[in-house]
């Protein structure tokens, strides 16, 4: 384990009902990543809370741990017990969080966050099934319900379980590089990146027995993104029709091959962006964009910012 000056604290909040686990997820992913945060759980008692399965959760601190906390977690309960006005006791534990804390919900753990105000005049999601109550209770809160995460500065909000899993890398990778968060991904046998703007998985058609798949194709391409890649040439290489593959990738990606593959490259461009001293024409070049404007353009329609600025920003960061 490398030597680390600071170590970041996390303290999860477990009310009663609390998803197990969601409960975990904030512990496996930020423990896996070479002892950069610690991670504490409390409850707003500091005693037991009952989960939504059947077994009690024990931990090991009250709600006046959340006054050290840097980052704060809000995990998911079932949305029958959060009202929209917050229960006195949660309402005194989220008292303890300071104004500069970070906060990140995971699933119905913004509705915890939006009854307490503080998605007042911010972007959030949720898992997409409760977008409808979500917006019934809080109709002044811009909900996006078709991403899984949102990163709105202070304050993010995810969508279902596994992005909650995508949140907590996502923290990971903008405190300490891609590098580490390839890493934990890998402990932890997760995807280790996926677009915060992602589509949420809405119902997406299962595709049919015995279909080939075009997940072979993915990985193809992806050791291949230095090149002009077209979709008959990820049809070809599937050995499907161009309209077959382009519904078949729609099915299990959630999104065209075109846009996946945008996705991918601006992804590795991040990487090489803070990995490397490469020029952004270099980086362009081997991430498959044509030149470093369209690098510019695809990169900051993707997060907002050029290629130096958000160079700038991780070394920042990283000091």
């Not at 500091?46 to 090991?60: K, M, N």
């Not at 907590?168 to 590089?177: E, I, P, Q, S, T």
């Not at 990995?275 to 991430?287: F, H, K, M, N």
Request: include cysteine; hydrophobic fraction near 40%; charged fraction near 25%.
């Amino acid at each position: 384990m490398r030597h680390v000056e600071r170590t970041e604290r996390v303290v999860v909040l477990a009310l009663d009902g609390v998803y197990p686990f969601e409960l975990g997820i904030p512990s496996r992913i930020f423990g896996a990543a070479d002892g950069r945060y610690e991670v504490l759980t409390c409850s707003v008692d500091g005693r037991p809370v009952r989960s939504d399965a059947d077994f009690t959760i024990g931990v090991e601190h009250g709600p006046e741990i959340l006054a050290t906390a840097d980052t704060v977690v809000i995990t998911p309960v079932s949305p029958e017990r959060m009202p929209a006005e917050l229960p006195e006791e949660v309402r005194e534990a989220l008292g303890y969080v300071r104004p500069d804390t970070r906060i990140v919900s995971i699933c119905t753990g913004a509705f915890v966050l939006a009854a307490a105000g503080l998605l007042d005049g911010r972007r959030a999601t949720t898992h997409w099934q409760l977008a409808g109550r979500f917006r019934s209770m809080f109709p002044h809160i811009d909900l996006d319900p078709d991403v899984l995460f949102v990163d709105d500065g202070s304050i993010l909000t995810s969508a279902g379980a596994a992005s909650g899993v995508d949140v907590c890398l996502h923290l990971v990778r903008k405190d300490h590089g891609s590098e580490l968060a390839n890493a934990v991904a890998r402990r932890c046998v997760v995807p280790p990146f996926r677009d915060g703007g992602q589509a949420q998985y809405i119902e997406q058609p299962v595709p049919e027995q015995g279909a080939a798949s075009t997940a072979g194709t993915r990985a193809w391409a992806l050791e291949r993104l230095d090149e002009p890649l077209t979709l008959a040439d990820l049809a070809a290489h599937a050995r499907m029709s161009l309209r077959t593959f382009a519904r078949r990738f729609n099915d299990e990606v959630g999104m065209s091959p075109g846009r996946w593959l945008i996705q991918q490259r601006v992804a590795r461009a991040r990487h090489l962006l803070e990995s490397s001293d490469l020029a952004v024409d270099q980086i362009a070049g081997r991430v498959g964009f044509a030149t470093g404007a369209s690098l510019r353009q695809h990169l900051h329609a993707a997060i907002g910012v050029s290629p130096q600025v958000y160079r700038r920003t991780f070394q920042m960061a990283a000091r």
